[in-house]
């Protein structure tokens, strides 16, 4: 890289500083091939990343925030089964990254392709751009390779475990779908994404159809040998719906859209006129490819106060693509993963104590159209770790308790975002 | 020239570089309060119909809702969790933190004929929390103005059933007064109470 002289930083601090950059035409990346100031850059404006960016700028408006993500609006995966069931529209749960620009985030519509950890540069496409430190807050990526058929067939076999057009798209094929038809819902191992959420994704599947479609079956083929969240809650409210046929240590190992069956590991065939399978998972891939996932292959390991790696400094890792702490990877803990981390990372680079502050998790499932259970879980830091303090659950299904979920929504949405 | 042009540039960036004024997060307790916004908003700022606001909260009410929470007395997956954590983690820095934070008032939209309803059946509330709502921490009476009514409602079922903190002495009046109350008056009540500033 060409060596900037003074005058070019000066002037780059100046248009920066007045906040000038990101006015008048929207922000390019080549306009930040300089760092004029500190910087902190957010890589993916998901639930962490973006409640990181936004809680950075809070903590020190005099440090820069580049926030790198690919999608031009942020689509909830919490709330998104509602989708399915027809309960709630995807545009309900779509919002703007305006809110993060109006606290002086910069937005970049980006993927980051690389980071040199050395040199403390992202990499996106062919420019640089230099940070003070980075968090990183990929999500999850899908390991097609891991069910036979499915690489080739990703755009017929959806996974809808991202919320968005194929969420639109899965809610379309459920309605299409003839009465008497079979849904299969495949469950991968864990971890995974949400641990309630493909028991969610089968009450609302399951509501739909004995509704709708009466004559209808749902088949669930769990990887796991059991319901790996709020179980009992689960069991019970499957007991509304016989339409569900739950299978436990029925792993899918192969697909076939052309003769619309998959294949589990004991060799049974199912068959099916509508598939969601959802593939098991590994840390978003800049996580791979920046050398930030463990010998598993799969997920980040991070110290448990400021998240950042164990194998980078100055990269911080947050939300579903790390390991190690116990906590569920669920929206709630990434928005206090991104809060906590920021509030690190500002100290950090501010020379001071890293405050001491533990995630806490609040999870709702819907169970029909209008009742919900939950568990929730608070944590506190021993001895330098994560530690679960203690996990409730609500003691049944009920209205009051989905009147609380949507007053979550409500506030972590704006938490995250505005 | 080049260094004329400079100046203002440089004077420019000294100011933006000084010490800055103490930010939204520089308070004892912010740091740890930033789980709670998840749920209660920014600062406390609730926005949503079901959580209570605590911005400006007393801390004596603060305090006592934690540790009624924590002990299972006030019954709530949700809160009793995340009270034994705000225990864990400081009780007196959070709530003086939550207490400082101007409260704003909840923006869910009430409906006029509820609040004018709720005035009229309002008298009984205010020989405890006064006429203007406010309270009166002496006696243990919390401020109810601004809060959600949603959860105002919520608190005033609970009182009813004697389902919040059953066995307190201080709620024992409140209880009986909820008692003489009929269910339907209760979101007039709260539709009322949140309108007060």
């Not at chain 1, 390779?145 to 968005?164: I, M, R």
């Not at chain 1, 079979?182 to 949400?194: E, H």
């Not at chain 1, 194998?311 to 390991?323: A, C, L, P």
Request: proline residues 7%; aromatic residues 6%; hydrophobic residues 40%.
């Amino acid at each position: 890289m060409k060596q900037s002289t003074r005058r070019e930083v000066l002037r780059a601090s100046a248009w920066a500083g007045l906040g000038l950059v990101a006015t008048g035409c929207a922000p390019k990346v080549s306009d930040y091939a300089q760092k004029p100031g500190r910087r902190v850059i957010v890589i993916g404006g998901g639930w962490g990343g973006a409640s990181a960016a936004k809680y950075v700028r809070l903590a020190d408006p005099s440090i820069e925030v580049v926030l790198l993500e690919p999608n031009q609006e942020f689509v909830s995966c919490p709330f998104s089964n509602l989708v399915l069931s027809g309960v709630r529209t995807i545009e309900s749960l779509t919002f703007s990254y305006d809110g993060l620009r109006a606290h002086g985030v910069r937005v970049l519509h980006e993927t980051a392709t690389m980071i040199d950890a050395d040199r403390k540069r992202v990499h996106v496409g062919r420019n640089a751009l230099p940070y003070d430190r980075v968090i990183v807050s990929p999500g999850v990526e899908f390991q097609w390779d891991q069910v036979e058929g499915l690489a080739a067939a990703q755009d017929q076999v959806l996974h809808a475990w991202k919320a968005g057009p194929q969420t639109v798209e899965l809610a379309r094929q459920l309605q299409a779908m003839p009465d008497g038809g079979v849904f299969v819902l495949t469950i991968p191992p864990a971890a995974y994404r949400c641990p309630p959420g493909p028991y969610e994704r089968t009450c609302q599947v399951a509501w739909y159809l004995k509704n709708n479609k009466p004559k209808s079956k749902l088949i669930v083929l769990d990887a796991n040998p059991n319901i790996i969240s709020k179980t009992a809650l689960f069991r019970a409210a499957w007991a509304n719906y016989p339409n569900i046929e739950y299978r436990g240590s029925n792993k899918v190992v192969k697909v076939d859209p052309g003769t619309r069956e998959v294949t589990t590991e004991l060799g049974d065939k199912v068959k099916y006129d509508v598939l969601n399978l959802i593939p098991p998972q590994r840390a978003g891939t800049i996580a791979v490819t920046a050398d930030l996932v463990g010998a598993d292959k799969r997920w980040c390991e991070v110290n448990h106060l400021t998240y950042e790696s164990v194998k980078h400094k100055n990269v911080h890792v947050i939300g579903d693509s790390t390991i190690g702490l116990p906590v569920p990877k669920s929206g709630n803990v990434a928005n206090a993963m991104g809060k906590i981390s920021a509030l690190a990372v500002v100290s950090l680079l501010n020379d001071k104590p890293v405050p001491t502050i533990a995630p806490g998790n609040t999870c709702y499932s819907w169970v029909s159209d209008r009742e919900a259970i939950a568990v929730v879980n608070s944590y506190k830091i021993d001895g330098g770790k994560v530690v679960q303090i203690e996990q409730k659950l609500t003691p049944g299904q009920s209205e009051a308790w989905a009147q609380n979920a949507v007053g979550w929504a409500n506030s972590i949405w704006a938490d995250v975002l505005s | 020239m080049r260094l004329l042009l400079s100046l203002p540039i440089a004077a420019l960036l000294v100011a933006l570089a000084g010490p800055v004024a103490a930010g939204p997060l520089d308070m004892a307790g912010a740091p740890q309060a930033v789980v709670c916004s998840a749920c209660h908003g920014f600062a406390g700022q609730s926005r949503s119909n079901a959580m209570p606001i605590l911005a400006g909260i007393a801390p004596w009410y603060f305090k006592k809702a934690i540790q009624d929470y924590a002990a299972g007395k006030r019954t709530s997956p949700e809160m009793e969790p995340y009270a034994k954590m705000v225990l864990q983690s400081g009780v007196d820095d959070i709530a003086a933190y939550f207490a400082a934070q101007a409260r704003t008032p909840s923006p869910v939209k009430l409906d006029p004929a509820a609040v004018e309803r709720g005035r009229a059946a309002a008298a009984q509330c205010t020989v405890c929390h006064g006429a203007a709502g406010k309270g009166d921490p002496s006696k243990g009476v919390p401020d109810l103005t601004g809060q959600p009514p949603g959860y105002l409602r919520t608190q005033m079922l609970l009182f009813k059933a004697d389902r919040r903190s059953p066995g307190d002495d201080q709620l024992k009046a409140v209880k009986a007064l909820m008692r003489t109350i009929p269910d339907e008056q209760f979101s007039d009540l709260a539709a009322y109470w949140s309108s007060l500033r």
